[in-house]
């Protein structure tokens, strides 16, 4: 099977502009979870999505949205820049079901400077 | 709310040499996950924990779940260079099916030859 696919791998964009990011998950996964890396911060939760449904939402701002589509592939969107949201954003996705629902399967992640 | 504290947060190793990290919770654990991502790299699952006092091996890797599920640990026996990279343990908040997850802040591991 085909890992998490992530695109783009590199992004560099200014302060205000916005940016969506995309994310195919692992065939028969339902779920994808969305994070942010950064050194100071490590792994920062912002979304995860089942079913094209949002089930739970990180201490992100509302600039950070996201959705998923029909097939299970979704994009997260920031809008208007800043400096911070520099960072490795990261997609994962898991099967659904017992406990394998825990596990979380990363993509290579898109790496976004804001400049 | 639910916190997950994982120490130490560096670890220096002399190649050869054992180690451990810990992830520790003030609630109890439906269960526990733990991730390994080399430098440059992405998370990568290494093993889940469900059962009280569970003990898994992968090889020089020992996981233990603790009796009262609240804590976890990763024991690396005669590290590698391999070994070098940042551990992280990570905990579905709640028992109920859609809690948030939550990564520790992860055990960066530096191993010298």
């Known amino acids: 099977k085909a890992g998490v696919t992530q695109t783009p791998r590199y992004l560099i964009k200014t302060r205000g502009q916005q940016v969506t990011l995309s994310c195919s998950p692992i065939s028969g996964h339902r779920s994808v979870s969305w994070y942010q890396q950064t050194p100071g911060q490590g792994l920062q939760f912002l979304f995860e999505?089942?079913?094209?449904?949002?089930?739970n939402k990180g201490n992100f701002p509302g600039r950070f949205s996201g959705r998923q589509f029909s097939n299970s592939r979704s994009e997260m969107n920031v809008s208007t820049l800043e400096l911070g949201d520099s960072a490795l954003y990261l997609c994962?996705?898991?099967?659904?079901?017992?406990?394998?629902?825990?596990?979380?399967?990363f993509g290579a992640g898109t790496r976004l400077s804001v400049l | 709310g639910q916190q997950v504290m994982q120490i130490p947060q560096y670890q220096h190793v002399q190649e050869g040499e054992d180690f451990t990290t810990y992830c520790n919770s003030s609630t109890t654990l439906s269960n526990i996950q733990w991730y390994k991502q080399r430098p440059g790299g992405h998370p990568v699952f290494l093993i889940q924990l469900v059962k009280s006092g569970e003990v898994k091996k992968q090889k020089r890797l020992t996981f233990q779940f603790g009796e009262a599920k609240k804590n976890s640990s990763l024991h690396i026996t005669a590290t590698q260079t391999t070994d070098v990279g940042t551990y992280f343990c990570a905990v579905r908040m709640t028992t109920d099916s859609w809690g948030k997850l939550q990564f520790g802040a992860g055990t960066q591991v530096v191993v010298t030859p």
């Open positions: 994962a996705s898991s099967p659904v079901g017992g406990e394998a629902k825990n596990i979380q399967y």
């Open positions: 999505y089942f079913s094209e449904t949002q089930r």
